[in-house]
């Protein structure tokens, strides 16, 4: 079955910087267009970035726009997003995703990974 396992998150001080990884299983990872999306406390959870599954083009939000990066490694499985200049505002739970293209709807779903920032 579709496994998405992030890992990655935790404390840090605002300025500083993460990278989150999420390992694929149970799929062809190639093909797919993988991202994040994050929920904070209270809120909608929200898009972050995504990537097409040749890497050729990636989308951001607006919030995180010059500060993170989303790469992947078709030969590891594995998606990143390296998350600088990090701010307390992204403090949020990380989700890996899986889409059919960079505009579809999500399918599948990773458990999360905590970021906190601290300021």
């Known amino acids: 079955q579709v496994q998405l396992v992030e890992s990655g998150g935790g404390l840090v001080q605002a300025g500083g910087s993460l990278r989150l990884s999420c390992a694929a299983s149970?799929?062809?990872?190639?093909?797919?267009?993988m991202g994040w999306f994050r929920q904070a406390p209270g809120k909608e959870r929200e898009f972050v970035a995504n990537?097409?599954?040749?890497?050729?083009?990636?989308s951001y939000a607006d919030s995180v726009k010059g500060r993170f990066t989303i790469s992947r490694d078709n030969a590891k499985n594995t998606v990143y997003l390296q998350m600088n200049s990090l701010k307390p505002e992204d403090t949020a739970v990380y989700y890996c995703?899986?889409?059919?293209?960079?505009?579809?709807?999500?399918?599948?779903w990773g458990q999360g990974t905590q970021v906190t920032v601290s300021s």
């Open positions: 995703t899986r889409s059919r293209s960079t505009t579809a709807t999500p399918d599948s």
């Open positions: 990537i097409r599954w040749d890497s050729l083009s990636t």
């Open positions: 149970g799929f062809t990872f190639s093909v797919y267009a």
